[in-house]
């Protein structure tokens, strides 16, 4: 029988808990976490973790300072829940580290369909047979699922290493922010998921580029997307 995926649920509202876990217990292997510093402490001692899903909203630490702090223990994906739907709150989602973001109400099938994404990326990327590209300081290992720059490990994002493995798939190509939200997040497009990609390629470029201010890798072709020689 095949190991389920792990998934850590984390929300102060014991209701939205319950209800997360009985969707979810099904096909997955679920725990539960009352708030964001008991998430991060769950992580610590469980970064086998495959998906967090975690409320931004919480008192103590909330989601975003939360996922910012296991992200130093954990590279699994965060699936962001939370009441508001406004840019700037998945502005805040994203830079903290998240992957992903669904808003109060949802539907079960929304749910399941962004939990199984995300899931299924993550295991990809830990599949992979090994496949390691240097760029430069940049030393790119898909098969580890690690990422070096002048020997430094970096902690990558889910949606940053696939980015990046989309980006040097397609080196010499110009990518538009279409092709890449389609080919990433497996949604259709919309019109703000430009700035979605927009703040993940601005973190990538924060984490991979010796001089982020003046990228020599993942270049901005303007007018035309983003491109990796």
Known sequence: MP???R?????????????LTLLLSKSYSVSEAVDGAAAVEY???????????????????????ACTKLRKYSNAPVLFLTAKSAEDDRISAYNSGGDDFLSK???????LAKVSSL??????????????????????????????LSGEELDLTDKEHSILEYMLKNRG?????KEIYEAVWEEVYLPGSG?????????LRRKIEDDPSN????????????QID
């Open 43 to 65: 992580i610590k001692s469980n970064p086998d973790t495959d998906l967090v899903i975690m409320d931004v909203m919480m008192p103590g630490m909330d989601g975003i300072e």
């Open 173 to 177: 190509v110009t990518l538009n922010a």
């Open 195 to 203: 700035s979605t990609v927009m703040v993940h390629i601005l973190n």
């Open 3 to 5: 190991v389920q995926s």
């Open 105 to 111: 109400p949802f539907s079960q099938a929304e749910l």
């Open 119 to 148: 899931l299924r990326r993550y295991t990809e990327y830990r599949g992979k047979p090994e496949e390691v590209v240097e760029i430069g300081n940049l030393v790119v290992d898909f098969g580890s699922h690690s990422v070096k």
């Open 215 to 226: 990228p020599k890798i993942l270049r901005t072709v303007w007018g035309k997307g983003y």
């Open 7 to 19: 998934i850590l649920i984390v929300d102060d509202d014991p209701d939205i808990r319950n209800v």
